[in-house]
């Protein structure tokens, strides 16, 4: 089974445009020494996705944005919608992650309404689920993370699942240093693979506190196909080695 390799920059609330143009100076100067075959995806704030634009412009680099709203258009005042997204050459968008979830009420219908409209507006998904430490503690992480699946997927055919991407991420680990085994997140992973018919070839991204020195143990798990990076992201020389890590093949 041959699945491409992501590496995503979430940076979150993070970085003025400044910032941004400042840290893609010291980044894009290292791709000739990162692998070719490794998708790179930077997710700034929604105020730095123009400056990133015209940064990463003919450098192979994609753009990522850290949300946007299911309507193309309309009364929905702080929204994005995926025509602005667009414009700016955004390739990809992370849904669901467990901030949205927690902080901005996001629930599995909304993250169904905006996978579909991401889809239809070419633009890919990348949806995150992940279990709390209350329910792995209960036994029902699998549960859990194949209803969040199969509910951000309700209604996607299963010829389309291949041009999605999942991103596990433990609740629990996010942000706190703790990360969950390498090899029990391949075996979520792999649970989350077959709750589909349609995932063998959707990339499944690790997402939880990973960094330079774990990353290489989780790419080197055959259901982990690259990682969902929040704060490992924020420095460039850090972030370049990292993704040198992450090439390691199964």
């Known amino acids: 089974m041959s699945v491409r390799r992501l590496v995503v920059a979430n940076w979150k609330m993070n970085k003025t445009a ?43 680099v994609r753009l990522g944005a850290q949300t946007m709203h299911w309507e193309l258009r309309g009364a929905y005042t702080g929204e ?9 050459g955004v390739s990809h968008v992370i849904l669901g992650h467990s901030e949205r979830r927690a902080y901005c009420d996001e629930t599995d219908r909304t993250v169904n309404l905006k996978v579909h409209t991401a889809l239809q507006q070419g633009i890919v998904p990348i949806v995150a689920v992940g279990e709390t430490l209350a329910q792995r503690r209960a036994g029902i992480t699998d549960d859990h993370v194949v209803a969040q699946t199969k509910a951000a997927f309700d209604g996607v055919s299963a010829g389309a699942l291949p041009g999605v991407v999942i991103a596990y991420e433990p609740i629990w680990a996010i942000g706190t240093g703790e990360n969950c085994d390498p090899v029990e997140a391949n075996r979520v992973m792999a649970t989350i693979r077959s709750s589909l018919q349609g995932l063998d070839e959707t990339p499944i991204l690790y997402g939880g506190s990973m960094n330079t020195d774990n990353v290489g143990a989780y790419a080197a798990q055959p259901d982990i196909n690259g990682g969902l990076i929040g704060g490992a992201s924020l420095d460039p020389n850090g972030f370049a080695q990292l993704i040198r890590s992450a090439a390691v093949s199964p």
């Open 18 to 60: 400044a910032e941004t143009a400042e840290y893609l100076d010291i980044f894009l100067a290292q791709l000739p020494s990162l692998p070719s075959d490794v998708e790179i995806v930077l997710a700034p704030p929604f105020t730095s996705i123009a400056r990133a634009a015209s940064k990463i412009k003919g450098f192979g």
């Open 80 to 88: 994005i919608s995926a025509p602005m997204l667009l414009e700016f």
